[in-house]
Nanobody
Framework: QVQVVESGGGLVQAGGSLRLSCVASGSRFETMGWYRQAPEKARELVATITSGGSTNYGNSVKGRFTVSRENARNTVYLQMNSLKPEDTALYYC?????????WGQGTQVTVSS
């Protein structure tokens, strides 16, 4: 059974930093990453990373967020710097295996102004 578990969300002031972690288990995962969803908005891409280390970022986070992973631990990280109030959202981790796409429950990030 595949499980995806996020951690590391919280409340931070604008300009601050947070680091999210996500551990997936139960399979091998080619692509892992993060999406986010703010209230009354569509889910949007934050960042993805393949097992080979290729990355992709949403336009709104480029230059501020960095995605990384540890393949041996099926763990993906999201380092978020220079946070803005508009980064406030529920952040979802996903892991893509041959079985399909698996999602975590989400971790809340709130950025105060």
């Amino acid at each position: 059974q595949v499980q995806v578990v996020e951690s590391g969300g919280g409340l931070v002031q604008a300009g601050g930093s947070l680091r999210l972690s996500c551990v997936a288990s139960g399979s091998r995962f080619e692509t892992m990453g993060w999406y986010r969803q703010a209230p009354e908005k569509a889910r949007e891409l934050v960042a993805t990373i393949t097992s080979g280390g290729s990355t992709n970022y949403g336009n709104s986070v480029k230059g501020r967020f960095t995605v990384s992973r540890e393949n041996a631990r099926n763990t993906v990280y999201l380092q978020m710097n220079s946070l803005k109030p508009e980064d406030t959202a529920l952040y979802y981790c996903f892991a893509n295996s041959y079985l399909g796409v698996h999602w975590g429950q989400g971790t809340q990030v709130t950025v105060s102004s």
